[in-house]
């Protein structure tokens, strides 16, 4: 009576074993961005630099070939902005609206053609955009403002960035090979000598008995 209970319980257990891990299989679900691009591929196309194209360049490109995308602000773009250029923020990448744009265009031939108010705004965006997979993406070098409420667009000297990405990840990859390092090397302690004091000889007592 005993086993048949022990046999019971048994067979219960495993079936909500089962079903816990039917229902863990059925609910899982896989994260909607994965970068593709991992830190030692970007770091190697920011040293190149080829991303960034400058205004003479740009207009040499005949218009059929490209897309431009505004990533300042709505009210930014509202004001004023490039002729056909669709406004995707940098935090409205995520959007269900820009993802399926986005994927069309990296489907497509067409290059992606990203501004902002200058080059360094346009930075961040540029690197999401690449690490996510979008290789296609180039950063228009112009600076936009605004002179008696018009919009204006000029050439911008490309300088050092405010930010060196490429040195800021190259030092986390190296300090995080060391680190790696340094945990697989042991060092080993010298053992101290110990010199043996003499032991002090008793003396014998003097006299008879």
Excluded at 80 to 92: E, L, M, P, R, W
Excluded at 115 to 132: F, I, T, V
């Amino acid at each position: 009576m005993k086993e048949l209970e022990r046999t019971k319980r048994i067979s219960v257990s495993a079936v909500l074993f089962l079903l816990i891990i039917i229902i863990g299989v059925l609910t899982f679900r896989k994260p909607k961005y994965v970068f593709e691009n991992d830190t030692t591929i970007t770091l190697q196309k920011i040293i190149t630099k080829d991303y960034i194209m400058t205004q003479d360049e740009f207009n040499s490109i005949d218009p059929s070939q490209y897309v431009l995308i505004d990533i300042r602000s709505n009210f930014e773009y509202a004001k004023g902005h490039f002729k056909d250029a669709v406004n995707i923020s940098t935090h409205q990448v995520f959007d269900d609206s820009s993802s399926e744009l986005l994927n069309n265009l990296k489907n497509g031939n067409k290059t992606i053609f990203i501004y902002g108010k200058n080059p360094d705004e346009a930075d961040s965006a540029w690197m999401l955009l690449y690490q996510l997979g979008y290789e296609n993406v180039k950063i228009l070098c112009v600076e936009t403002n605004y002179i008696d409420n018009k919009f204006q667009v000029k050439n911008y000297a490309l300088e050092k960035p405010s930010v060196n990405y490429a040195q800021v990840m190259l030092l986390a990859k190296n300090s995080a090979k060391k680190s790696e390092e340094s945990k697989k090397i042991v060092t080993k302690k010298t053992p101290k000598k110990v010199t043996p004091k003499p032991k002090k000889k008793k003396r014998v007592p003097e006299g008879g008995c």
